[in-house]
């Protein structure tokens, strides 16, 4: 308890006198609430052996007080100290049985030993005694989800929001858990059913319009989200959400312009996220100038923001500045260097350039981060053939059906590449293989390599099959 205290003025007096008196080797004595108030500010600067100490101290002075015992149970908990934390709570409860905290401070103790079982055990006993049973009811359900039983997770989760609508840590719990499982209907029907009960909640309508959006209902978003503004004008989220919704729909100029709403409140210009959103609603509007225009303030607000540097890239590239291209990615992939998707975008510049060294090495780390990905293997492939190297591109093709297994999509390509190299004998085994596979996507690679539409015998194939 020798550290020196910095900016003095926000400490508590009575943290500034136990130092004082400890410096001065004096004995010390504060009364029950003040040794509380140096006990949480060590506990908030994250100092917990100065805490434990002085809990220690402070219950050798007050040997009766529950509260110190509690704090002082809760910091050996802190300190790896479990096994003494529960004794002493044992003799805290012979002392007040009924106090909720005690079996608060032992449920989060067995939660921390992963005794999930145990400590769904003490919350329950702890429901209704608590000033807060909603937040009692949200740790038992913690406890389910760390047990993996998301239907009881659920299932106490509706039991905190039944006794109080306005808890945030319940509902956006929820919603994780419908995410984390893709029940989008489950989802709906939740949130639905908790605004008839309340229909003044406005996280319950964001939460809705979420739920929306993973169903893939856009326009249903839009209304969750309009009453959810309804009742708070101010709610970030769901402008910004509704914004997301409009560029789900292509409806970029929607999009840009609610984003917008965002950046003229005061104080809001500095957020880098929105200026990123508004630069791929640029992009995807082909705008490619305004696109790079906010890219660039997404990246000069928050360097770390990779996908504004990938986004900066891509435009540059289409801007025709092909270098500047380059360093951006680069950039990117210095931030997330994993990413395969940003390795396959640089592959695709280096191929467009003629550079299909720099393009092979790019594929090859993507494919080593991620193995089993069969589209990172077709676009290498494509790759090669839009190069004119259709032998290579077949190699390829070829290894990731060793690596893979057949699959109709890398037959369709070996398929291709084989009939564009004019060995027909060869393409057509592949070429019917995939159509026994799954006909219908025949479609795509015909798109993808319209050339083959003129050559007869990949076509008199198909027809043949049409009819299988």
Partial sequence: MNSPLENIDKVPWQVQKLEELNSLKQSVYFDVEDFVEIIDYYVNQSSFKNSLKVAEYACRLHPSSIVLMLKRAQLLASVNKESHALELLSVVETLEPSNSEIFLTRGAIYSQMSKYEQAIEEYSKAIFESDEPDYVYCNIAFEYENMGNYDKTIEYLKKALDLNPENDLAMYEAAYCFDLLSLSQESIDFFSALIDRHPYSTEAWFNLGISYINAELFEKALESFEFALAIDPDHYSAVFHSAYAHSLMNQYTKAIKTYHTLLDKEGEDTDSVIHYYIGECYEKKEDFQNARLYYLKAVNLNPEITDAWIGLGVCENELGNVSSAIKNIKKGLELDPGNTAYLCILADIYYQEGKLVAGAECYEKAIESSPDEESIRMDYGD?????????????????????????????????????????????????????????????????????????????KLINLYSSC
């Fill in 383 to 459: 790759a090669l053939a839009e190069s004119g190297h259709f032998e290579t591109a077949s190699e390829v093709i070829l290894k990731a059906i060793e690596d893979l297994g057949p699959g109709p999509n890398l037959y369709y390509r070996m398929a291709a590449f084989l009939f564009l190299r004019g060995k027909n004998k060869e393409g057509a085994f592949f070429l019917e293989e995939a159509l026994t596979m799954d006909y219908d996507k025949h479609v795509h690679v015909l798109e993808q390599y319209v050339e083959l539409k003129d050559n007869t015998e990949f076509i």
